[in-house]
């Protein structure tokens, strides 16, 4: 996406570079001078008709919050969503519910991108000859209600729906209708990535199927076995919020991670020991962990040791094993295992056996039903709908919501079938690849425009109400299946039929207010295990190295775009994957060993052979990755995203790869069998900020200032002495050459913010949070490449120790509000200043860019617009696009510097009403966008002013430290060293 930069309207040439006269200087500034006045000379066009009649409750220009919920796939957030004026343009947590509990993660915050997004469609497209004519429901209703009918009289024969699974009540009452009316019809569920492993070994392990719910305030030992729990698990709010909790170094039993996985995620990163194996590793280590409890706990025969070989057989596995085994069993009752959902049923399976076996259910693990397990199998059953339509036995077909085309699996050839049935609808919310070959499309409505209901993983009852009327007119899957059946209900008492029947209106008012229905969550079961036999590990999986042709791929959705549908939403395509820190893309993960016996290197292009077929992707060198092993991400690769995830009728190239092409029904995880060839041609990343230092002076550089910029110490020696090296309570004063305001007698309150290492995850919610608040603009690839990101919170991430096995860490850096500003100092217009509360505040209408304070900033957390990147918000005819801004906070032009401003707008929206009022702010009462939405409640904000004040007394703590001590510079903003919790006989050989 490149920036436009277009000339003012009515000049006719953009000063050149090397035309620098005063004269020609002059001259367009006179030009620009006499086109502002002229645009002030009229009055501003008012685009939105006033209110003839105010309605009840509304105050113009206030917020209002309502409470809803957002699906996609298997996970469902509970919101809070905020709505100015009528149009909703912040997501944040739901506080009430009990997974979300007030925390959002990075996709369900940019979700209210989606909405008004120009590629969302506005209205109804037939497809004729390969030629798209508009349409309108007016013309479609009549049209396809005779089709109906003519459906309906032949019970349904050879009429197919093709859905999204979903957990709503309210359209499986519909769907049960669907099917007595249409008999001979069938309902097929796709969803590229599910959790059928997961269920598939409950099934193995118990008879039946379960899901099982984590409970980590529970454990004392934690072990991840490939799986992200802060970003993949269903439930992953409630799990970071509950890990962060069980390490605050304060308390008495602070729990232990354990990670063993194929590819470094934020569980891993926060892992105290970390083993990296290719993931058809997984199984035999977790066979051989269930041999060493065994023999811990005294019920194991003769030497367990004995038949080990292949990779568990080397000294660093062997040592990994037995002392995580070790202390599993002397935890007895207080461990627990967390399996990733890309691991075969036998891995789920023998993990339930060892949950039995230490006492783990029923306290750190609870069984609840699985409303899943109803559902078929959807690779099988589009595997057979494929098979009807090549054969001729469909004649209709209709498609709610997914995009097939783009996801099944690549055998099917979906795009050549769906060309032999006469009549294909597809609901979607754009024309995306799967619609450009249907007969019609429908607009399908956006989340925040519907009426619903889902459930969360626990089972709790969500509704999902409209904050907005549809800005086009567009309806929801569960409208036309009520269609499809002949029902004229509204949406919203089809809602309120099947979630709140029989409840009175005040009841049902409540719910909406909650955002759920209380005491809806499943009931825990008990269900037995039963006897299993595992099959032996393949011999190949044994082998410590594997040989090019023989190497293991792992395709994973991604964390930003998940399985493709995020691919249009730019702040998900500019948010750093945590680890790599690129973005606009995906690339094949290397691990160092891997890509230097391949000749791979970084930043270049390799092409992928697996099963038959080929794929050219950018590789990416990145330390911790198993040797052997590759991971591509899902969900990039788009031909029919949009202007922003690619577009090719309109001349926008994809981002990134489409890793479907590699994937197939039988190997939907990936697996082995995967040849690399490298190209040699470049291919260069979009990243935020360096991967790694190459040079020896700049290791050296950074190893000998990393433990001042990130402090971090052991458990056991801040127990021995809990204050760290360098914290706010042993710094000594520095005299200033500089008159601090700290004493003004204007001041209010002195603003300031603690960010706890030990509870930070790296996940990027705060930094998307931030650009959903303060109207932070999307630069496109090709700036993120000049280093000219805006975000106003970054997550710097260091990476050391060996490649093997390194350490990742991650620090929130924003503006520090220093007291004595280095920026302030410098600014030739006062553009920036220090405010009576010692907010660090920029006057944007003053500032020329000279960039004076960015280059005087240690911390470099300012940001230039170099373009006007609003630009196309900003365009005739773009007024849907505008709706995004939040109109509490000014839209920055081209050629100013912006920064984080601590939510000045929040402070001011507590402040006014407090003094209207007559009261005093209370602690708390202020919170940022991205303290807020933070799962882990690592960021805190408040009034050092106020001694009690959560935040002035984690500023005193022994754990709080101020970066870049000896500049003197004042800092607003603290962090709190990160405490590790390791065992001790481990870290004497594994490390």
């Known amino acids: 996406m490149k920036p436009t930069n277009p000339a003012p309207r009515g000049v006719t040439r953009v000063l050149p570079a090397d035309d620098v006269s005063r004269r020609r200087f002059l001259q367009v500034m006179g030009a620009s001078m006499a086109l502002a006045t002229a645009s002030g000379c009229r009055w501003e066009t008012e685009e939105i008709l006033p209110f003839a009649k105010r309605p009840e409750d509304r105050v113009p220009g206030t917020t209002r919050r309502f409470a809803t919920a957002l699906e996609s796939g298997s996970t469902v957030a509970s919101l809070l969503v905020t709505s100015y004026d009528g149009r909703p343009i912040k997501i944040e947590g739901n506080p009430l519910h009990p997974i979300d509990a007030g925390a959002a993660s990075a996709r369900s915050q940019a979700c209210v991108l989606d909405l008004y997004d120009p590629a969302h469609s506005g209205g109804l497209v037939q497809m004729h000859e390969r030629i798209a004519y508009p349409r309108t429901w007016k013309e479609f209703d009549p049209w396809f209600a005779s089709h109906r009918d003519a459906l309906r009289a032949t019970n349904g024969r050879g009429f197919r729906v093709l859905a999204e699974?979903?957990?709503?009540?309210?359209?499986?009452?519909?769907?049960?209708?669907?099917?007595?009316?249409?008999?001979?019809?069938?309902?097929?569920?796709?969803?590229?990535?599910?959790?059928?492993?997961?269920?598939?070994?409950?099934?193995?392990?118990?008879?039946?199927?379960?899901?099982?719910?984590?409970?980590?305030e529970a454990a004392k030992t934690l072990v991840s076995l490939d799986v992200d729990l802060f970003e993949e698990h269903p439930a992953s709010m409630a799990l970071a919020r509950a890990f962060a909790a069980r390490r605050n170094p304060d308390q008495a039993d602070v729990l232990r991670l354990w990670a063993i996985e194929s590819s470094p995620t934020l569980t891993g990163s926060a892992a105290d020991h970390r083993l990296a194996l290719r993931a058809e590793q997984i199984l035999p280590f977790v066979l051989e962990l269930e041999k060493r409890i065994e023999a811990w706990l005294g019920k194991s025969a003769g030497d367990p040791t004995a038949s080990r070989e292949g990779f568990l057989a080397t000294p660093t596995v062997t040592h990994f094993v037995d002392q995580l085994g070790r202390e599993l069993a002397e935890r007895r009752g207080e461990v627990l295992l967390a399996v990733g959902s890309r691991q075969p049923a036998a891995v789920h399976a023998v993990v339930h056996?060892?949950?039995?076996?230490?006492?783990?259910?029923?306290?750190?693990?609870?069984?609840?039903?699985?409303?899943?397990?109803?559902?078929?199998?959807g690779a099988k059953a589009l595997a057979e709908l494929v098979r009807e339509m090549n054969d001729g036995e469909v004649e209709c077909l209709v498609v709610l919501g997914g995009?097939?085309?783009?996801?099944?699996?690549?055998?099917?050839?979906?795009?050549?079938?769906?060309?032999?049935?006469?009549?294909?609808?597809?609901?979607?919310?754009?024309?995306?690849?799967?619609?450009?070959?249907?007969?019609?499309?429908?607009?399908?409505?956006h989340a925040l425009e519907s009426w619903g209901d889902c459930a969360s993983y626990d089972g709790t009852r969500c509704t999902i109400q409209p904050l907005i009327d549809p800005i086009f007119e567009r309806r929801t899957a569960l409208e036309f299946v009520a269609f499809l059946n002949g029902d004229a209900r509204p949406a919203r008492e089809l809602v309120r039929a099947s979630i709140a029947e029989g409840k009175s209106d005040a009841e049902w008012k409540r719910i909406l207010h909650d955002g759920f229905v209380a005491g809806t969550a499943h009931a825990t079961r008990a269900p037995a295990l039963q006897r299993f036999t595992v099959a032996a590990a393949a011999p190949r999986a044994l082998a410590p190295e594997v040989a090019n042709g023989e190497l293991e791929l792992v395709l994973a959705a991604d964390p930003r775009t998940f399985d493709g549908r995020g691919a249009n939403n730019a702040w998900l395509q500019e948010a750093p994957d945590p680890i790599t820190k690129t973005t606009w893309g995906n690339a094949a993960w290397f691990a160092p060993e891997t890509a230097k016996a391949l000749g791979v290197a970084d930043a270049t292009r390799v092409r992928l052979t697996f099963g038959g077929r080929t794929l050219e992707v950018a590789a990416v060198v990145v330390p911790g990755q198993a040797r052997g092993s590759v991971l591509l991400r899902l969900g990039h690769g788009r031909t029919a995203a949009g202007l922003v995830g690619g577009q090719e009728d309109e001349g926008v190239e994809p981002i990134g790869s489409n890793a479907y092409v590699l994937r197939t029904a039988s190997a939907p995880d990936g697996g082995s069998g995967l040849r690399v060839e490298p190209t040699g041609v470049t291919a260069p990343l979009a990243r935020t900020t360096d991967p790694n230092v190459d040079d020896e002076i700049g290791k050296h550089g950074l190893e000998e200032r990393l433990h001042e910029l990130l402090r971090e110490t052991t458990l056991a020696a801040w127990v021995a002495h809990p204050e760290i090296e360098g914290s706010t309570k042993k710094r000594k004063p520095i005299e200033s050459l500089w008159e601090r305001p700290e004493g003004d007698p204007d001041a209010t309150a002195r603003w300031g913010m603690v960010i706890d290492l030990n509870a930070c995850i790296g996940c990027n919610a705060c930094t998307v949070a931030c650009q959903a608040e303060n109207n932070v603009p999307v630069v496109g690839r090709e700036q993120v490449q000049r280093g000219r990101e805006m975000h106003w919170i970054r997550i710097d991430r260091y990476v050391t120790g060996d490649e093997a096995a390194p350490k990742y860490r991650f620090q929130p850096m924003t503006c520090q509000h220093c007291e004595s500003a280095p920026c302030e100092q410098v600014c030739p217009v006062g553009a920036t200043m220090h405010s009576a509360e010692g907010l660090n505040d920029m006057v944007y209408n003053r500032c020329i860019g000279t960039r004076y304070c960015a280059n005087n900033c240690p911390f470099k957390v300012r940001r230039f617009n170099y373009f006007n990147y609003n630009a196309g918000a900003q365009a005739e005819g773009a007024h849907v696009l505008r709706m995004r801004h939040n109109p509490e906070v000014t839209v920055r032009h081209r050629g100013v510097m912006e920064k984080c401003t601590f939510c000045v707008q929040r402070i001011q929206a507590a402040k006014i009403p407090a003094k209207n009022g007559q009261r005093q702010l209370v602690d708390g009462a202020v919170v940022p966008a991205c303290a807020q939405t933070c799962p882990t409640q690592a960021i805190v904000f408040g009034d050092l002013a106020d001694p009690k004040s959560r935040v002035a007394r984690l500023t005193t703590s022994g754990r709080a430290y101020t970066m870049l001590d000896e500049l003197n510079l004042g800092s607003r903003t603290a962090y709190l060293a990160r405490i590790t919790n390791p065992n001790a006989a481990a870290e004497e050989r594994h490390g």
């Open 403 to 445: 995009n097939p085309v783009y996801d099944a699996p690549a055998e099917l050839d979906l795009r050549a079938a769906l060309r032999k049935v006469a009549l294909v609808v597809h609901v979607a919310e754009t024309r995306n690849e799967t619609s450009r070959l249907a007969t019609w499309h429908l607009p399908r409505a």
């Open 165 to 216: 699974p979903s957990s709503s009540l309210a359209l499986a009452a519909q769907r049960a209708r669907f099917a007595e009316l249409y008999p001979a019809a069938r309902w097929i569920d796709w969803e590229p990535v599910t959790r059928k492993n997961e269920i598939d070994g409950a099934r193995l392990a118990f008879g039946e199927p379960v899901r099982t719910q984590l409970r980590i």
């Open 353 to 377: 056996r060892i949950h039995d076996r230490l006492g783990c259910v029923g306290r750190t693990v609870v069984h609840t039903d699985e409303p899943e397990a109803s559902r078929d199998d």
